[in-house]
């Protein structure tokens, strides 16, 4: 399904064409394709100049209010956009969980201060943001967070661990849900703190995952410290403001994903042909059904964009759960094509093929971000109204 | 471009929603499909003529309502849901389709109005017996004779054949092969050497027939475009066939979920619904992401469908398989989430199963679909 684009559209198309050609041709051309999934370690001091050049140049952000620094774009400008980005090889965004989850939180539940003090920051790439959510003992129940903040003074103090918090290492800030209130029920007691990353009370760990690189990290909170004032959406009110963040994680950020899958699958169907795969009937069945799913997934995302604002809605329950499932399976198809290939690495001492990499690192799409099990869960609860398992 | 339906198909949806809860239930459904006609010749009265859905998708000079593809999409759902039993796909989505592509302006005009006013049903013959689906499945054949055409061969899985007034034959040259030497003709089913007879078919709510052309001489009018080279007119009507199938399969997958969640919520076992456990209640959120995954695969075709675009095969093929997958998973499902009701003859668990079956392999099966995508795709 093909976006029909409107004269002034085209416009814009063009004009974000020209200037990714020019930088990525450019100042930036080592950056191409680099910091994807698997690969988010490296070049981390280019692609934050890469954000900054990108949030000078009024390309960061487009969706926002023009008061918080967006441009106010529309759905299917951002998705234009996204097409060229990916077209162009842009690289990983390093800012996108500013970008994505907690701009869109703070435009939605932030104070005017807050959303003063932040937003303009993450537009600029001036500040980069991580999440600190998951714990030791809250993954999939994420609500049974143990991370302390007590109030002292004018400061939030904080106690407590976090894990699996991705780009924790090259992180200014980090939203962390903390317990302020432990005798309330486990969903009441629970606010979203915003948390500066370089200071004394807090330790990073980078953990070393199954590919080998560090992409997220150990938090440790050992009286650390946050402004009083930088709770977003209200003191014990944070479980909401958390599963809105969610539903944003599963709405707007989910154009550019497509497009890189896009090329991912392209980069497996020109293996497929020049390992001789393609005339393995069972290959052929399979190449076919990824790219039938691909485009299906494609206007899932366009249903889903173009029902924003509506409560809640079924293309958007279902997102995570199909996407993930899908970049699972491509990891598997290519290594299959690949054959006995597939195993030989691009070098020592552990140096992945990019196709690896997809493989590898997509055994943990259907992990994070609410676990596969979680989102049927959701979707049976509240797509289908189907009874919660007692407690 | 907008990717919903518009408040006009919505509220198509809701009236044939509508109509159909009243005239297509299950009992009348049962009805229906317990005569060798297939179809309750009252609903069809009603729904041709009252409601005009056989008007809708034929031009405007031709009787019709001019609307387009998607327009149809919700009514095909509807269809699919309620487990119409009627001549409506057959006549609409395959025959007059076939005649709106190929025919010339003097043969829209002597069919297109009476199928748009519901007085002809149309039938395509185009497969015949085998699992073959695409152009080498035709073995029928024609030959010239003076100003006229003497068809031979025998035309299987014909739906609704033996009931409709007109029927499609797509017939080869003697001696070619392949994608060559294909021609369309419309044959009118009192023809003489014509014969055509019921299959009883696992899927009694949509009937099948056998077409037996014993040398049947046909005008030289009953031609449907150019002499020879029907393959690619035959292709574009059976992917507009296959398109309105996909939308009908999404409604049906759609009603077994329905019911499956319906079950599991007041089901108690273990002093617990169902539908709580979560081995129960994964099935369903499974089903439900490949429900709107198949509308969207669908409405995707739709909508080219009804833009007009010259190349449906993509769309078309990709709709088909993604929904055929999907009906049977649901349908399945369903019959599972039920436990041993599910598999009565009183419970109407089977009906969609077996339509789920009978539309998996209708046109070209989801394998035969996906290597016409890899072909597409240029593997």
Known sequence: MELQLTEQERAFRDEARAWLQEQLNGPFKDLRGRGASGDQDSYVEERIAWGKAMGAAGWNCLGWPREFGGRECSIKEEAIFNEEYVRA??????????????????????????????LPPIVASDEIWCQGYSEPGAGSDLANVQTK?????????????????????????????????????????????????????????????????????????????????HVVGGVNNGWKVAMGTLAFERGASTLGQQYLFQQEFEQVVEAAKQTGATKDPVIRQRLADAWIGLKVMRVNALRMLEHQGADLNREALISKLYWSNWHRDLGKLAMDILGPEAEILDGGPYELTRMQKWYLFARADTIYAGSNQIQRNIIGERGLGLPKEPR | MEFSFSEDQNELRRAARRFLEAESSEARVRAAMDTEQGYDSAVWEQLSEELAWTALTIPEGYGGLGMSYLDLHPLMEEMGRALLCSPFFSTICLGANAILLGGSEAQKEEWLPSIAAGE???????????????????????????????????????????????????????????????????VSADAPGLQRSWTPSMDQTRKLAIVELEDVTVPGKSLLGEEGRGWDLCERTLDLGRIALAAEQVGAAEMCLEMA???????????????????????????????????????????????????????????????????????????????????????????????????????????????????????
């Open chain 1, 89 to 118: 090889n842009g690289p990983g965004n390093i800012g996108h969980i500013g970008e994505t989850l907690l701009g869109p939180t703070l435009i939605h539940f932030g104070s005017p201060e807050q959303q003063k003090r932040f």
């Open chain 1, 149 to 229: 903040a007590t109030l002292v003074g004018d400061e939030w103090v904080i106690d407590g661990q976090k894990i699996w918090t991705s780009g924790a290492q090259h992180s200014d800030w980090c939203f962390v849900l903390c317990r302020t209130d432990p005798d309330a029920p486990k969903h009441r007691g629970i606010s979203y703190i915003l948390v500066p990353m370089k200071q004394a009370g807090i330790e990073v760990r980078p953990i070393k995952q199954m590919g080998g690189s560090a992409e997220f990290a150990e938090v440790f909170f050992d009286g650390a410290k946050a402004h009083k004032d």
């Open chain 2, 120 to 186: 002809t049903k149309v039938a395509l013959a185009y497969a015949e017996k085998g699992r073959e689906s695409g152009a080498d499945a035709i073995h029928a054949t024609y030959r010239r004779d003076g100003d006229r055409y003497v068809l031979r061969g025998t035309k299987h899985y014909v739906i609704d054949g033996h009931t409709a007034d007109l029927i499609i034959v797509a017939a080869r040259a003697e001696k070619s092969q392949g994608l060559d030497g294909i021609s369309l003709f419309a």
């Open chain 2, 261 to 379: 969640v319906e079950y599991a919520k007041v089901r108690q076992q273990f002093g617990r619904p169902i539908g709580s456990f979560q081995a129960i209640k994964h099935k369903c959120a499974d089903m439900l992401t490949m429900i709107e995954s198949a509308r969207s695969a669908a409405f995707h075709a739709s909508a080219l469908a009804g833009q007009g675009e010259a190349d449906l095969s993509e769309a078309a093929s990709s709709a088909k398989a993604f929904c055929s997958d999907t009906f049977f998973h649901c349908a399945a499902e369903n019959i599972q989430i039920h436990g041993g009701i599910g598999f009565t003859w009183e419970h109407p668990a089977h009906m969609y199963f077996k339509r789920a079956k009978a539309t998996e392999v209708l046109l070209g099966d989801p394998s035969f679909h996906r290597e016409r995508v890899a072909q597409r795709m240029g593997l």
